[in-house]
């Protein structure tokens, strides 16, 4: 009788997950993130909120101290970058440093947190672009028709090559960042308003002023989607140098942009003036500066550029949140099919088909429930993005901190240490700030608990997919 050695059967080896192709550099990458944080919409709108309920003439140096604490994450964001080669983004960092249940917690209150603030923008597109054509053609539609025009044009845009995506938001974001700034050069050729070149950013007793709490709320509102560098790594020329430089270079432009700008505002009125401006009517502030000090051509190409403006920023944030389903799905999160690239574009075309029809779906909704596309849906569900981002960096920064502590691949001080840490402290601060004035933000406590509760529950379906799904829990730390 012949003995027969019997083997056990070889596992089924795991698809090799696909790669999202493209060559983009530098420029490219900060166009995609200068573009989500909106310049134009941030200077018009969030700019006279901020001079009018927050620190009055010191904001513009609260754009400046952002930038700072977020100078400080970024150092040991792109750090532990070189040695994460994955495009998951902020999850996959929080997964390698915390853990696997923390990570896929991150996991979904990302999705959640980008979710919200593209059909928030959807919805505010809709009806800026509804009163443009309302204004200079004469007839009207519905705002959501107008949200349903741009979410299938931005759906085309998004399942086709990256680098296409990265042309259209470059054009329209040299148009509007070109026009701010001649409204800025006018107003400091000019020496100002009436009372002058404004100094209040110099003064610490104007800067304290007022509530600088909300200040810090609505400016750092302004840089939202300036970490999505990581997320497009596999689209990257040599992410290991191209991430790290379009991280601080999206930084530094995106701050000195706001902060000049804002500054630009506060001196056209005066320190005074631009106050009770603001207070009266802060969404026509920017457009009747430009009339102003430019005249009514300027004032009028606000209002175009300003749909461009968040065109651009609609664009850019489907592209992120297509990506991190793309990630979600490769790491065995999501189902794999969204994990899959197409073949000709290299694009994430079924992740971004699935966060169409989820946009499309809640704008659905908003309208069934009746709610209004600014004060409602973009106002409520920015809170939501808002809260949601800062608790993202916060955990991130103890990530790298407990990363490099543990693994010893780099062991300087500042970049794995010091850095992180102050982050970490000043992110506690601001996330403290942001839920302080939730219910501002969203339009009541009761709203602010509810929020508050969607992005707990966010959180906490990490640790119970963790248990359900092991196999993607697996694939989670290893991103």
Not at 424 to 439: D, G, R
Not at 465 to 473: D, G, N
Request: contains cysteine.
């Amino acid at each position: 009788m012949t003995n027969e050695v019997r083997q056990a059967p070889a596992e089924p080896t795991p698809a090799a997950p696909h790669r999202l192709s493209g060559s983009l550099g530098v420029g490219s990458i900060v166009f995609m993130v200068v573009a989500a944080a909106a310049p134009l919409t941030v200077v018009a709108g969030t700019v006279p909120i901020g001079i009018a309920v927050g620190n009055r003439a010191g904001f513009p140096l609260t754009y400046v101290i952002c930038s700072a604490i977020l100078m400080l994450f970024a150092v040991g964001f792109t750090t532990m970058s070189r040695h994460i080669p994955h495009a998951g983004g902020f999850y996959a960092y929080i997964g390698q440093g915390l853990g696997r249940s923390a990570g896929l917690g991150a996991a979904f209150l990302a999705v959640l947190s980008y979710t919200a603030v593209l059909v928030a923008v959807y919805g505010y597109i809709g009806a800026a672009l509804g009163d443009l054509v309302n204004t200079h053609l004469g007839f009207s539609w519905h705002w959501w028709v107008w949200s349903a025009v741009i979410l299938g044009i931005v759906g085309l845009l998004g399942y086709r090559h990256i680098d296409l995506s990265s042309k259209v938001l470059g054009v329209l974001l040299v148009a509007e960042v070109a026009v701010v700034l001649v409204i800025d050069l006018f107003v400091v050729a000019k020496g100002g308003g009436s009372e002058g070149l404004s100094t209040g950013l110099l003064d610490p007793g104007t800067v304290t002023s007022g509530a600088p709490g909300i200040a810090i709320m609505f400016a750092l509102a302004g840089f939202l989607g300036f970490e999505a560098t990581v997320v497009f790594r596999d689209e990257a020329r040599d992410p290991a140098r191209t991430i790290p430089r379009a991280t601080y270079l999206s930084l530094l432009l995106i701050g000195s942009f706001y902060a000049l700008s804002s500054w630009a505002i506060v001196s056209a009125w005066g320190d005074a003036g631009s106050v009770s401006r603001a207070g009266a009517d802060p969404g026509t502030m920017v457009a009747e500066t430009a009339q102003v000090f430019v005249g009514t051509f300027m004032s009028d190409l606000v209002s175009v550029l300003l749909v461009t403006s968040l065109m651009a920023a609609v664009l850019s944030f489907h592209n992120v949140t297509a990506r991190y389903v793309f990630a979600l799905g490769n790491s065995g999160v999501l189902p794999t099919r969204c994990g899959r690239s197409h073949e000709r574009h290299g694009s994430p075309h079924v992740a971004s088909v699935i966060v169409t029809i989820v946009a499309a779906t809640l704008i659905v909704v908003a309208v069934v429930a009746g709610l209004d596309p600014v004060l409602e849906v973009f106002t409520w569900l920015a809170g939501i993005a808002t809260v949601g981002v800062v608790g993202l960096m916060l955990f991130t920064c103890l990530a790298v901190v407990v990363f490099f502590r543990r693994t010893r691949v780099d062991v300087r001080p500042w970049q794995t240490l010091i850095a992180p840490s102050l982050g970490l402290v000043a992110l506690v601060y601001c996330l403290y700030l942001t839920v302080s004035n939730l219910p501002l933000l969203v339009g009541g406590t009761g709203l602010a608990r509810i929020v508050g509760g969607i992005l707990l529950a966010s959180i906490l379906a990490g640790p119970v997919v963790a248990v359900l799904r092991p196999h993607a829990s697996a694939h989670t730390a290893d991103l």
